[in-house]
């Protein structure tokens, strides 16, 4: 990787960070202290494999949401303005009718001209929401790291399998896991989404610390990760099936003062000659729906 590639990130990081402390009237400590861990994250997760360029590192630290929301704010602020000098025209006005005779054709046209103008700013401030919109979906469309996790996406996920499907091997064949939060409906109806969103991140950052660089990990939906496993036998991908449940059976997640007891359950396969990525996929969900049927907290294979 080009020193070159990584001052460009690191002066990305702390041009964000110092535009962040800008945007925030009373910035913390403990928010700056967030910060350096997600620039941490991202350096940590850097290799050399393609889908781990300096580029999508780059998406994962993106600024562009909080680019959006700003201008959102800065919109917002100036359609405040606009309309806070129509309320002073509106009081100027009615203050002129208690110092003379009312005229009412003038009263009227100024009425009018205040009316007028709020229409004016009301369209205005719809046309710079649905820009916004259109941004953000723009966004969301583009990226490949998921905003919650800073793991990779399911779109990225689709790609990285196509290139899996599309490539001639002939040994160590990747491995596939699918790993699914136990009762995770529950944890967020006794405890809140905010705690179903911490959950999520506490796996990912417990996949990201025990799994090696080469293997990847994506989130494939709701509370399911999909981790690709590469260069390894079939032996090697069972033990580090049963290492991460044990992980993630050991490390309590403690939420406004309360444990938070959480397990998994995994299903896995290896890929096949001949896989579509849809194959791929739907081999490992099915040992994953065999895991579950069978008391969950546990691991099924379908090599």
């Given at each position: 990787m080009q020193n070159d590639d990584l001052k460009s990130l690191v002066t990305q990081m702390y041009d964000d960070l110092l535009n962040y402390i800008d945007l925030e009237e009373n910035t913390t400590k403990e928010q700056v202290v967030e910060y350096l861990k997600d620039a941490v994250n991202v350096l940590e997760s850097l290799n050399e494999d393609e889908i781990d360029s300096i580029k999508h590192?780059?998406?994962?630290?993106?600024?562009?949401?909080?680019?959006?929301?700003?201008?959102?704010?800065?919109?917002?602020?100036?359609?405040?303005?606009?309309?806070?000098?129509?309320?002073?025209?509106?009081?100027k006005t009615l203050n002129e009718c208690h110092e003379q005779h009312i005229n009412l054709p003038k009263l009227t046209k100024k009425?009018?001209?205040?009316?007028?103008?709020?229409?004016?700013e009301v369209i205005k401030a719809?046309?710079?929401?649905?820009?916004?919109?259109?941004?953000?979906?723009?966004?969301?469309?583009?990226?490949?790291?998921?905003?919650?996790?800073?793991?990779?996406?399911?779109?990225?996920?689709?790609?990285?399998?196509?290139?899996?499907?599309?490539?001639k091997r002939e040994n160590y064949n990747?491995?596939?896991?699918?790993?699914?939060?136990?009762?995770?409906?529950?944890?967020?109806?006794?405890?809140?989404h905010i705690a179903g969103d911490k959950i999520l991140i506490f796996i990912a950052n417990i996949l990201k610390k025990t799994l090696r660089d080469g293997d990847k990990i994506f989130r494939y939906g709701g509370e399911e990760f999909v981790i690709i496993l590469n260069r390894i036998d079939d032996a090697k991908c069972s033990s580090i099936t049963l290492r991460l449940l044990e992980l993630v059976r050991q490390n309590k997640l403690i939420y406004k003062g309360k444990n938070i007891q959480v397990t998994t359950s995994i299903g896995a396969t290896k890929y096949r000659t001949g896989d579509t990525p849809d194959a791929f996929i739907a081999r490992a969900d099915a040992a994953l729906y065999r895991a579950k049927v069978s008391g969950k907290n546990r691991m099924f294979s379908e090599v």
């Open positions: 590192a780059k998406l994962a630290f993106t600024n562009a949401y909080k680019e959006i929301a700003s201008k959102s704010i800065s919109s917002y602020k100036d359609t405040s303005g606009k309309f806070k000098e129509l309320t002073q025209m509106h009081e009425f009018d001209d205040i009316q007028q103008h709020m229409n004016d719809n046309s710079i929401i649905s820009q916004l919109t259109q941004q953000v979906k723009q966004l969301e469309e583009t990226t490949q790291i998921d905003a919650l996790t800073k793991v990779f996406n399911r779109r990225a996920l689709i790609k990285y399998l196509e290139k899996i499907c599309s490539t990747p491995h596939l896991l699918i790993l699914d939060i136990d009762d995770f409906k529950l944890v967020n109806d006794t405890h809140g």
